[in-house]
């Protein structure tokens, strides 16, 4: 109950602030279409655990596990963007209050036992959703799409988290999977073009892991083919992906030390895992050198010819967003 009372607290004062600082009329409902308000996305820089809509036509965003110094910084980023407190109830450890800001009107209804906060923004309101892609930076981490990454069907998905890699001056970000999150045998067709894994990602994967507004972020992407080093093959054509793995050169560019290129498969911290890349028969490897797949030869009497005997490696997706 005691952070209950400082959360209040904590929003009585932002209202303070304004109240002090407040000058003029806000702007009429009638030169607003659509009012910017503050969103949890933009503090916990993840998207919501939960979105539903409802039959008044308000859109609902639930967070799960918001700790006492995560809301705080909300109630600082409302005071930020200019907003107005309205009346609040608290009953059972439950904090509820409107929070409006011109002529845009939202919910806010905190647990403080379940740490959850569930915040519904009314017609003619939206949340700031493009601070989640403007504010990435260069080795950030960032929450996008969710996937079973510990493969315990009765818990559901895991939200995945992703490194930030590279920014272009459009905006666009390469992020790549922070954890190993699945594994794989080497590709059946050799090549990245022809590749099981590759048909596997966007595929079942990316309609798996990313909703409908999640994809509308995901950028196509060129991706040129490349050999192992010392090895005369042909890696095969230029594919254009929605998801893909880096090639060895990719990583060895963004993750420039061999110890930055060392992986845990999720939920593994102790472990750290090899992980395919896109350059034909090629991974890296536990210490973060790259590798060539393929062991020792060995006799197959069905083929009659020796054939390479390769292994699993793990699987860290890259996308690119905006």
Same mark, same amino acid.
């Given at each position: 109950?005691?952070?209950?009372?400082?959360?209040?607290?904590?929003?009585?004062?932002?209202?303070?602030?304004?109240? %002090?600082? $407040?000058? @003029?009329?806000? =702007?009429?409902?009638?030169? +607003?279409?659509?009012?910017?308000?503050?969103?949890?996305?933009? *503090?916990?820089?993840?998207?919501?655990?939960?979105?539903?809509?409802?039959?008044?036509?308000?859109?609902?965003?639930?967070?799960?596990?918001?700790?006492?110094?995560?809301?705080?910084?909300?109630?600082?980023?409302?005071?930020?963007?200019?907003?107005?407190?309205?009346?609040?109830?608290?009953?059972?450890?439950?904090?509820?209050?409107?929070?409006?800001?011109?002529?845009?009107?939202?919910?806010?209804?905190?647990?403080?036992?379940?740490?959850?906060?569930?915040? %519904?923004? $009314?017609? @003619?309101?939206? =949340?700031?959703?493009?601070? +989640?892609?403007?504010?990435?930076?260069?080795?950030?981490?960032? *929450?996008?799409?969710?996937?079973?990454?510990?493969?315990?069907?009765?818990?559901?998905?895991?939200?995945?988290?992703?490194?930030?890699?590279?920014?272009?001056?459009?905006?666009?970000?390469?992020?790549?999977?922070?954890?190993?999150?699945?594994?794989?045998?080497?590709?059946?067709?050799?090549?990245?073009?022809?590749?099981?894994?590759?048909?596997?990602?966007?595929?079942?994967?990316?309609?798996?892991?990313?909703?409908?507004?999640?994809?509308?972020?995901?950028?196509?992407?060129?991706?040129?083919?490349?050999?192992?080093?010392?090895?005369?093959?042909?890696?095969?054509?230029?594919?254009?992906?929605? *998801?893909?793995?880096?090639?060895?050169?990719?990583?060895?560019?963004?993750?420039?030390?061999?110890?930055?290129?060392?992986?845990?498969?999720?939920?593994?911290?102790?472990?750290?895992?090899?992980?395919?890349?896109?350059?034909?028969?090629?991974?890296?490897?536990?210490?973060?050198?790259?590798?060539?797949?393929?062991?020792?030869?060995?006799?197959?009497?069905?083929?009659?010819?020796?054939?390479?005997?390769?292994?699993?490696?793990?699987?860290?997706?890259?996308?690119?967003?905006?």
């Amino acid at each position: 109950m005691k952070k209950l009372l400082c959360l209040i607290t904590a929003l009585l004062l932002f209202a303070a602030a304004l109240t %002090a600082s $407040a000058g @003029g009329l806000p =702007p009429s409902a009638d030169t +607003l279409l659509v009012v910017e308000m503050p969103s949890m996305s933009a *503090v916990v820089m993840r998207e919501a655990d939960q979105i539903s809509e409802s039959k008044d036509g308000s859109t609902a965003y639930i967070y799960r596990n918001i700790d006492h110094e995560t809301f705080v910084a909300f109630s600082e980023r409302l005071n930020e963007m200019g907003c107005e407190l309205g009346a609040y109830t608290v009953k059972d450890n439950v904090l509820n209050t409107v929070v409006t800001k011109g002529a845009g009107t939202m919910r806010i209804v905190y647990d403080n036992s379940s740490l959850t906060c569930m915040i %519904a923004y $009314a017609p @003619g309101a939206c =949340p700031e959703e493009t601070v +989640l892609i403007q504010g990435y930076a260069v080795g950030d981490i960032v *929450v996008f799409g969710a996937y079973d990454q510990d493969h315990v069907e009765s818990n559901g998905k895991e939200p995945i988290e992703w490194i930030v890699l590279d920014k272009n001056e459009n905006d666009e970000y390469l992020i790549i999977s922070k954890y190993v999150i699945d594994s794989w045998s080497a590709p059946d067709g050799f090549t990245w073009e022809d590749s099981s894994l590759r048909y596997w990602l966007n595929g079942a994967f990316y309609n798996s892991a990313f909703t409908e507004d999640e994809k509308a972020r995901i950028l196509t992407t060129h991706l040129d083919p490349e050999s192992f080093p010392g090895y005369d093959a042909d890696p095969g054509s230029a594919t254009d992906d929605k *998801v893909f793995l880096l090639s060895a050169t990719e990583a060895e560019k963004y993750f420039e030390q061999g110890s930055d290129r060392v992986c845990y498969p999720f939920g593994d911290p102790d472990n750290p895992g090899n992980w395919r890349v896109r350059t034909m028969d090629c991974c890296i490897d536990v210490d973060g050198t790259a590798i060539h797949t393929a062991g020792e030869k060995k006799y197959n009497s069905v083929l009659d010819t020796y054939v390479y005997i390769y292994f699993q490696a793990g699987v860290r997706p890259a996308v690119r967003i905006r």
